[in-house]
Every structure is written in C-alpha cells, then in structure tokens.
C-alpha cells in the first residue's frame, strides 16, 4: 500500500513568518511530487511541482525533495492569512497512479 | 474560461437512485481522472483516463464506472447510490508533465 504522510496540523504561524509543511511517502520508484492548496469547499489548486533533488523556487514558495529520504516539503515565506488553507502532498509513481496525503491546515495569524 | 468543469455543482438522491456527473476541460489535456474526497476530507483517485483508455481503476465498487466520450470529456455513473457514497466528487486533468488541474467538485449527498 503506497502511502503519503503529513501532520495534520493545524500549523499556526504569524504572519510574515516562514510556514514549513512536511510530507514523508513510502513508494521509493515515486518520479513526481505536487504541493495542492485547498480553500474550505473548494477544489485543490496547484501550487508547486518537483521532481528531482534539491530546491525549486516560485514566489514565495520554495518546495524541496529528498528522494533518499522519501521526503518533499514546501516552505511558504512571508506568511500571509490569504494563506491559511489545507495543503496537500501529492506523490506520482510510474503512469498516473496518484496518492494524496491527507494534507496539513495551515493557520496565518494576523 | 473555466479550465475544468462540472456538472451539477450540487447533487441529492435517494438509496438506490442511479445518478451521473459530468465533467470537461478545455486545456487540451490527454488524461483525466475522478477522485473522491469523503468527509474526513482524504482525496482518493477512483479513476484515471488517457487517451479515452482506462489507465487505473481503484478498488473502487463497479457500480461506479466512467465514460469518456471523447478526450475532452469525462463522466461518472454511479448506480445502486449508497449512503457511503456520500462525499465530494472531483474531476481533473493533466498533461504528460501530471500536472493535475481540478474541477471545482460535485457534492454528492445520497438521503
């Protein structure tokens, strides 16, 4: 059973500080990684890919990946409260066999 | 432009009815999917589609079952509707970087 991994939170940072979100998986042939903000009732949005080694920086967000270690992260600068949402990790093995974590809420406190 | 939609936002029925969402993108994407996110708010992939070839069917029961018209084009028929049934039914696609793009969901609620 290939499974993902994240603290369900809730993570609470002040704002303008560095969020850090943490996701573990188990599949060591896993090729891609996404990172997915959730808005309560809304759908999943695409945040960040990776998909080899070491950092990828868009914006404020900064994923990581650690294949070794079966390890991705996501590093949201500069907190903001329009941040506060669900994030979710999601892992790609071979084809389109995709497994979400159960996601971690993140809380920005103004 | 909506990327991916879906139709109906929102979905009631009754035990036992036989219901369908459907769902389209304009992205010019080659595969599509169906996941379901219960109430614990897990999101589970049921269904991937490439090409209009089912790639992956989840231990899903049979009496749901996808239909791919076309590449731009992904519905889901749920027949026998269960109480458990109940939950959030997103549609995505991708492009060959997997890259998912969602719908915005249908809320299942089976009475």
């Known amino acids: 059973q290939k499974e993902v991994e994240q603290n369900s939170g809730p993570l609470s940072v002040p704002e303008g500080a560095i969020a850090s979100l943490n996701c573990t998986y188990s599949d060591r042939v896993s090729q891609s990684f996404f990172w997915y903000r959730q808005y309560s009732g809304k759908s999943p949005e695409l945040i960040m890919s990776?998909?080899?080694?070491g950092d990828k920086e868009d914006g404020r967000f900064t994923a990581q990946l650690n294949k070794a270690s079966q390890y991705v992260s996501l590093l949201i600068r500069d907190s903001q409260p329009s941040d506060s949402a669900t994030y979710l990790c999601?892992?790609?093995?071979?084809?389109?066999?995709?497994?979400f974590g159960p996601g971690t809420r993140l809380s920005v406190l103004p | 432009d909506t990327a991916v939609s879906q139709t109906p936002k929102y979905l009631v029925t009754q035990m036992g009815n036989d219901k369908s969402i459907k769902c389209e993108q304009n992205?010019?994407?080659?595969?599509m999917y169906w996941y379901k996110q219960d109430s614990k708010k897990f999101l589970k992939i049921m269904f991937s589609y490439n090409n209009k070839e089912l790639i992956i069917n989840e231990t899903v029961p049979n009496r749901f079952s996808p239909k791919s018209p076309d590449k731009a084009h992904l519905n889901l028929h749920i027949n026998s509707l269960e109480l458990g049934d109940s939950a959030v039914y997103f549609c995505?696609?991708?492009?060959?970087?997997?890259?998912?793009?969602f719908g915005p969901g249908t809320r299942l609620t089976v009475t």
């Open positions: 999601a892992v790609n093995g071979y084809g389109q066999n995709f497994v």
């Open positions: 995505a696609s991708s492009s060959r970087s997997y890259e998912q793009y």
């Open positions: 990776i998909y080899s080694n």
């Open positions: 992205l010019g994407h080659d595969t």
